[in-house]
């Protein structure tokens, strides 16, 4: 069949043609229900196994961007250069500012957000029943780190005159929190005082526990050359991006290395963009596989409700054969004929998709609901416009498709034996 003769068919496919084709396949009720069934179900399994995948996508979305650093990317200073494979200290090492950070902030738009860290190793004196202790200093800006699942368990973030000022004030994670209180009540330790690197510090907040026992300790940027001593073993300033999905991880890391590129033009090798670009394509590839799979056991389905239509509009064109010669005699055209059959045929396909509908978000409700019940994991059905555009174009291309044939044959009759037939 060309192609714009199927458009034209398509086009034909009038309310009253459907209208008329409604009436003819209400004549037997219990039949056209039961062709329908195989749609519906179809359709139902379709919606529901759609909407449950995308509400355990979102679900898997959400504790990979808690849980791991898939959606994290590095904008890290070079401190080396290789000359003959052997390397050496870069005298001309790159310090980001804060002025870096709002540039960047700028190009990557409203689907990233950058943070600059500043991180290094130092040492904790005048812990109760410790003489020594190592920790790790990290600069903190104001606020809670949007690149990190930390929140606080006692007292405040820094704001944003202290983040960006001097003042002796830090933030400290439950394991330093312990050490010095020598409880796990943290509000027992804002307003003490550490000293880290000979630098006096007090408390203002105690973090979340961590993962590791890690000792940290997080004070401004103003703060940090201090309680890092010499300053020369801190590692550099660097930019830390943070992708609001993953399928935007590649346009971030482009526009990344466009921003660095423009930055510090003819400056390739001073700066690297560190990314899990492998890992983002695995996770991506996994989720992708996951919708195939379900849609292809969903689409047999389909399928065998197709049969069924097929079916009942071969009944229809057996039953009504001396209508389509009377039609045909009175100046119809095959391709009348053949639009006939499949508005009816799209019109049964559409009944069926729409009770599918229904049926399979009520189904997905009720799937989603049993799986917190017993895993205790907040999934919730997602019924996207998405799904719903999916479930009508099948009702459609399974109306068109298994309705074609009768149609066909139909359209095929000659109009004097039609009218012969008893």
């Known amino acids: 069949m060309k192609l714009p003769w199927l458009c034209a068919v398509i086009s034909g496919m009038t309310a009253n043609s459907i209208l008329i084709g ?7 009720p219990l039949r056209t229900v039961l062709s329908t069934l195989g749609v519906i179900m179809g359709t139902g399994a379709l919606v529901a196994v759609l909407s449950v995948g995308d509400g355990v996508e979102a679900f898997a979305r959400r504790q990979l961007a808690e849980t791991t650093d898939l959606q994290l990317l590095s904008v890290v200073p070079r401190t080396t250069r290789s000359v003959d494979g052997v390397s050496f200290p870069r005298p001309d090492t790159l310090r980001f500012t804060p002025a870096d950070l709002a540039d960047l902030t700028r190009a990557l738009g409203p689907e990233a957000s950058a943070v600059l860290r500043w991180s290094g190793a130092a040492i904790v004196t005048g812990l109760p029943n410790d003489s020594l202790r190592a920790t790790q200093v990290v600069a903190q800006g104001a606020g809670a780190p949007i690149v990190e699942a930390t929140a606080l368990a006692a007292g405040r973030w820094f704001n944003e005159a202290e983040a960006n000022g001097d003042s002796a004030i830090a933030i400290i994670s439950p394991a330093l929190a312990g050490r010095l209180t020598g409880s796990t009540d943290y509000t027992r330790a ?7 690197q000979g630098t006096t510090l007090q408390v203002i907040g105690v973090t979340t526990t961590p993962a590791t026992p890690e000792m940290i300790t997080r004070v401004p940027f103003g703060t940090f050359p201090r309680t890092v001593l010499p300053v020369a073993t801190a590692r550099p300033p660097m930019l830390l991006v943070q992708a609001q999905r993953i399928e935007v991880m590649p346009a971030m890391i482009a526009k990344t290395t466009a921003w660095t590129a423009a930055r510090w033009p003819g400056g390739k090798d001073r700066v690297d963009v560190q990314s899990r670009t492998e890992r983002i394509n695995q996770a991506r590839q996994s989720m992708l596989i996951f919708k195939l799979l379900m849609g292809s056991i969903t689409g047999i389905s389909l399928l065998v409700g197709g049969i069924g239509i097929m079916n009942v509009m071969l009944a229809s064109v057996l039953e009504r054969t001396r209508e389509i010669g009377v039609r045909r005699a009175t100046g119809a055209r095959r391709r009348d004929i053949l639009t006939q059959f499949l508005a009816e045929s799209v019109a049964v396909t559409g009944a069926g998709s729409a009770l599918g509908v229904l049926l399979g978000a009520g189904v997905a409700i009720a799937t989603t609901a049993v799986m917190r019940a017993k895993t205790q994991a907040p999934v919730h059905a997602a019924l996207s416009a998405s799904t719903l555009l999916i479930a009508a174009l099948s009702a ?24 012969r037939t008893e």
């Open 190 to 196: 804002l307003g003490q005082r550490v000293t880290v």
């Open 396 to 419: 459609i291309i399974i109306g068109m498709s298994f309705g074609l044939y009768p149609a066909t044959r139909a359209a095929r009759l000659s109009p004097i034996d039609a009218i």
């Open 22 to 28: 409604c009436r003819a396949l209400a004549a037997n």
